[in-house]
């Protein structure tokens, strides 16, 4: 993998920047000029959270792929400030992150010390298949336009050397060997709970308003049936197929969530509250898979799981 990460590396200016631009109606191009500004910035999110990984592992080669993963989404990141920039065609006005990214961003870096190493892992697994399978693509086929084909091709290429190690740092974070590196560490003080408590209600009390405007109301603007927005929740809920993933925290967590969401004497009460927590609208905290679906995944492993999401990436239908 590390060999794979070294030979993967490339340049912005390896992708042909004069190639004949799309033209967009001029709503669409406030709109995608601000997905682009927004994308740059969660690209630095995922860099954040590989940086942290990096910062904790205690394997010498996990530590260099993840500082080639930091810098993947540097690169991501100015790939997309630059893709906002060619779609700035008639300079309708300024842009700059929307103010409920800005809000959260501060609050997120901050939780980052807080987060055990699995939390941080569980959160890039959600983001990379949301950018990744879901929103990327769907901004790719929507603008239609040579160069930004190009430059997805090549983030693409990147991402499923990240998707390769997120679930398999998945797999890890479910192992009897975790468990013991867990059990080993020393408790935190009630002082380290209250300041990581403070952190974690700071993220949730802006991630919500937060990912509605960076995913949900663009996904929904560029993939109004929502298919590939689904099919990122889908892949998310097949993880806790995997008994030792379905035992950890974080997904127990989730399923408890989902379980007062469906349950119709909760879900008055709760239901909102589920959406709040999660930070995402109802419709995809219902069970997105089918049974055949879920016992398939059951039967892989996180290898052939990560192959599979990825494939949904690039051979699932338009
Ligand atoms: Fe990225
Ligand atoms: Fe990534």
Same mark, same amino acid.
């Given at each position: 993998?590390?060999?794979?990460?070294?030979?993967?590396?490339?340049?912005?200016?390896?992708?042909?920047?004069?190639?004949?631009?799309?033209?967009?109606?001029?709503?669409?191009?406030?709109?995608?000029?601000?997905?682009?500004?927004?994308?740059?910035?969660?690209?630095?999110?995922?860099?954040?959270?590989?940086?942290?990984?990096?910062?904790?592992?205690?394997?010498?080669?996990?530590?260099?792929?993840?500082?080639?993963?930091?810098?993947?989404?540097?690169?991501?990141?100015?790939?997309?400030?630059?893709?906002?920039?060619?779609?700035?065609? /008639?300079?309708?006005?300024?842009? =700059?992150?929307?103010?409920?990214?800005? %809000?959260?961003?501060? &609050? !997120? *870096? @901050?939780? $980052?010390?807080?987060?055990?190493?699995?939390?941080?892992?569980?959160?890039?697994?959600?983001?990379?298949?949301?950018?990744?399978?879901?929103?990327?693509?769907?901004?790719?086929?929507?603008?239609?336009?040579?160069?930004?084909?190009?430059?997805?091709?090549?983030?693409?290429?990147?991402?499923?050397?990240?998707?390769?190690?997120?679930?398999?740092?998945?797999?890890?974070?479910?192992?009897?060997?975790?468990?013991?590196?867990?059990?080993?560490?020393?408790?935190?003080?009630?002082?380290?709970?209250?300041?990581?408590?403070?952190?974690?209600?700071?993220?949730?009390?802006?991630?919500?308003?937060?990912?509605?405007?960076?995913?949900?109301?663009?996904?929904?603007?560029?993939?109004?049936?929502?298919?590939?927005?689904?099919?990122?929740?889908? /892949?998310?809920?097949?993880?806790? =197929?995997?008994?030792?993933?379905?035992? %950890?925290?974080?997904? &127990? !967590? *989730? @399923?408890? $969530?989902?379980?007062?969401?469906?349950?119709?004497?909760?879900?008055?009460?709760?239901?909102?509250?589920?959406?709040?927590?999660?930070?995402?609208?109802?419709?995809?905290?219902?069970?997105?898979?089918?049974?055949?679906?879920?016992?398939?995944?059951?039967?892989?492993?996180?290898?052939?799981?990560?192959?599979?999401?990825?494939?949904?990436?690039?051979?699932?239908?338009?």
């Amino acid at each position: 993998m590390l060999a794979r990460c070294i030979e993967g590396q490339w340049r912005l200016d390896d992708v042909d920047w004069s190639q004949p631009k799309a033209t967009l109606p001029a709503q669409s191009e406030r709109e995608i000029v601000q997905y682009f500004t927004d994308m740059a910035q969660i690209e630095r999110f995922a860099g954040a959270l590989f940086e942290e990984q990096r910062r904790r592992t205690r394997d010498p080669v996990l530590a260099k792929i993840f500082a080639t993963f930091v810098a993947d989404e540097e690169r991501h990141a100015r790939a997309a400030e630059r893709l906002a920039e060619r779609f700035d065609q /008639r300079q309708l006005r300024a842009y =700059a992150p929307s103010p409920s990214l800005l %809000r959260f961003k501060p &609050r !997120f *870096l @901050r939780v $980052l010390a807080h987060l055990s190493e699995e939390i941080a892992n569980a959160y890039i697994v959600a983001g990379e298949l949301l950018l990744d399978i879901a929103l990327l693509r769907s901004i790719d086929d929507y603008v239609d336009d040579p160069v930004c084909h190009d430059v997805m091709k090549l983030i693409n290429r990147d991402e499923s050397r990240h998707v390769a190690v997120d679930y398999h740092m998945v797999d890890y974070y479910s192992s009897p060997e975790w468990q013991r590196e867990l059990a080993k560490r020393p408790a935190r003080s009630p002082r380290e709970h209250a300041s990581a408590a403070l952190a974690f209600a700071g993220v949730l009390a802006t991630a919500r308003p937060f990912i509605v405007d960076v995913f949900i109301e663009p996904m929904t603007r560029v993939d109004p049936t929502r298919r590939r927005m689904r099919e990122a929740f889908k /892949r998310m809920q097949l993880l806790g =197929a995997k008994p030792g993933v379905a035992a %950890r925290p974080f997904s &127990r !967590f *989730l @399923r408890a $969530l989902r379980f007062l969401y469906r349950t119709r004497a909760t879900h008055a009460v709760f239901g909102r509250l589920a959406e709040r927590i999660v930070g995402v609208p109802g419709e995809y905290l219902r069970d997105l898979y089918t049974a055949e679906e879920w016992d398939r995944a059951a039967g892989m492993t996180l290898d052939q799981l990560a192959d599979d999401a990825l494939a949904a990436k690039y051979d699932g239908p338009a």
